[in-house]
């Protein structure tokens, strides 16, 4: 099944992110997963302020970065057991895409970092993929209108 990791980092250091990303990659290729694209999207300002653990400083902004992955439930149970004890993350999400090939065929391989446009006929999220095609990748999911 094809997954994506969401994840927010407290800001200051790049590597600790990084360190994170290869700790949870190397949990998914260890249990027999494959790692299919990793991201950084940068430091972004957080909807709210957010605490890595009770009594930690408040964080305003993160250091945002997505992983997608193949892998077993308990491959990805094993990873999310981690990261729950991980002192340096501040929030992270996992989100299944698929599980057989019909439904993760168009997915691309590689997570892209998406933009809000505005436009005459409205605003949306698009990536670079939708930007470079006149119909978009998102055309039948009900996202091109």
Do not use: C
């Not at 340096?88 to 996992?94: E, P």
């Amino acid at each position: 099944m094809l997954y994506e990791l969401i994840s927010v980092v407290r800001p200051g250091s790049i590597r600790e992110a990084k360190d994170i990303a290869r700790t949870a990659g190397t949990i998914i290729l260890q249990r027999g997963g494959v790692v299919r694209g990793l991201t950084n999207w940068g430091v972004f300002a957080l909807p709210k302020p957010m605490r890595a653990s009770a009594g930690a400083q408040k964080h305003h902004a993160g250091q945002y970065f997505i992983m997608r992955f193949d892998a077993s439930a308990k491959a990805q149970d094993t990873m999310k057991a981690m990261l729950k004890m991980e002192p340096r993350l501040l929030r992270f999400s996992v989100v299944k895409l698929g599980h057989t090939l019909k439904h993760i065929s168009n997915v691309g391989g590689q997570a892209e970092e998406w933009s809000w446009q505005e436009g005459s006929r409205g605003s949306k999220w698009v990536s670079e993929v939708d930007e470079a095609t006149p119909q978009g990748r998102n055309e039948g999911l009900g996202f091109d209108k």
